[in-house]
């Protein structure tokens, strides 16, 4: 009988990738939760083999029901969606709360969701049962100094900290793996990454160290390569997805000699970041992540973290794009304003 694999965001980035992969192994069958099962993205998923279940993070019953039986669950939050939502802004205006924190408790609530859904099947998942995907701790690795980088937080307080405090079974089966910056998040700021000057020539302009080196990932090509990787390593371990990491210096560089253009990079003031943003929440949590990715780092400093690199020594199969790769068939002529 073919083992189930559980994907949380199967219509997203993380998800759709992971889904993708676990459908090229018949040893699995693949389960996709979403909460619309009639939308386009998730017809397409049915018609190529994802058993597509309806879910929804807010809701743990739902959950419990989706993640029976399963062998496998690979787990992420959108901490944006609650960020962004008109409602949800207003919400968080009527409970005196930022934005900013109002996400961060939808976040940690649903994250807390997925982990006592979990918990309520541990028995029928396999020796490294749990695949979350999570980012390093802000709070706790900078010494208190980012207390509101939420969207890093949100997730960590989770994966690993709640599930290691109340489900312990559950945390022996579990490995959290960190996501790099996506290769494709350029159009989420576009004041900040490819910033075109009058002489056609492109800045980028964060707070992050100009040599300090930072992980990228390549989402919707190498989630799914590294998570079906991480499957099949021994339990408990903390990773990094990442496909290069380079600085933001570097990574101009590279963009520079695949596209021809000239690209520079140039570290600004957290101050200046938010300035440039058009929506001055979103401007200050992204300049907490630049800051807090040169000191002590995106991975909050933490050098046991493995890497495909690491998969691959222990003779498991994991291919990644490299960023040279990723930018040589990306299509930058949005950026380029043709
Ligand atoms: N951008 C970056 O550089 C970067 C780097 C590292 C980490 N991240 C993190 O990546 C996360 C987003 O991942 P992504 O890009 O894979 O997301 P995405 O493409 O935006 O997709 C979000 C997925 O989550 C599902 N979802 C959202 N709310 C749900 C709910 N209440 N119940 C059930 N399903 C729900 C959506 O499903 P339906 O809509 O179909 O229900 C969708 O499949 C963020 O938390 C962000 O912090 C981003």
Request: charged letters at 20%; hydrophobic letters at 0%; zero cysteines.
């Given at each position: 009988m073919a083992k189930i694999v559980v994907v949380v965001g199967v219509t997203g980035n993380q998800g759709g990738s992971v889904a993708r992969r676990f459908l090229q192994d018949p040893q699995y069958h693949v389960r996709g939760l979403t909460?619309?099962?009639?939308?386009d993205m998730a017809r397409e998923l049915a018609d190529k083999g994802v058993e597509v279940v309806q879910a929804d993070l807010d809701d743990v019953e739902s959950l419990k029901e989706a993640f029976a039986g399963a062998n496998l669950i690979f787990t992420v939050t959108n901490y944006w969606e609650p960020f962004f939502r008109p409602d949800c802004r207003q919400e968080a205006a009527q409970l005196g709360i930022s934005c900013r924190k109002y996400a961060y408790d939808v976040e940690y609530q649903q994250g807390k969701n997925m982990a006592d859904a979990a918990a309520a099947t541990v028995g029928s998942l396999d020796r490294n049962g749990l695949i979350a995907s999570t980012l390093s701790h802000a709070d706790k690795c900078s010494n208190g100094k980012f207390k509101r980088l939420y969207h890093f937080d949100g997730k960590a307080d989770v994966f690993p900290h709640y599930v290691e405090e109340k489900h312990p079974e559950l945390a022996k089966k579990m490995s959290c793996v960190q996501t790099g910056y996506f290769t494709s998040s350029y159009n989420l700021a576009p004041q900040s990454y490819f910033v075109k000057q009058t002489d056609d020539s492109f800045v980028m302009r964060f707070p992050t160290s100009p040599t300090k080196a930072v992980p990228h990932l390549a989402v919707n090509e190498d989630t799914g390569s590294f998570v079906y990787g991480v499957s099949q390593m021994p339990p408990g371990k903390s990773y990094m997805a990442e496909s290069s990491t380079c600085s933001w210096t570097h990574f101009m560089q590279i963009w520079g000699s695949v596209t021809g253009k000239k690209g520079t990079y140039e570290q600004v003031s957290s101050n200046d970041m938010i300035e440039a943003a058009q929506d001055r929440a979103f401007g200050a949590e992204l300049a907490d992540m630049f800051a807090y990715s040169s000191e002590p780092g995106y991975d909050g400093g933490d050098e046991t973290l493995l890497t495909a690199a690491d998969i691959r020594k222990a003779g498991i199969d994991c291919p990644m794009t490299t960023l040279r790769q990723y930018m040589e068939t990306a299509d930058w002529s949005a950026v380029f304003g043709l």
């Open positions: 909460r619309h099962p009639t939308s």
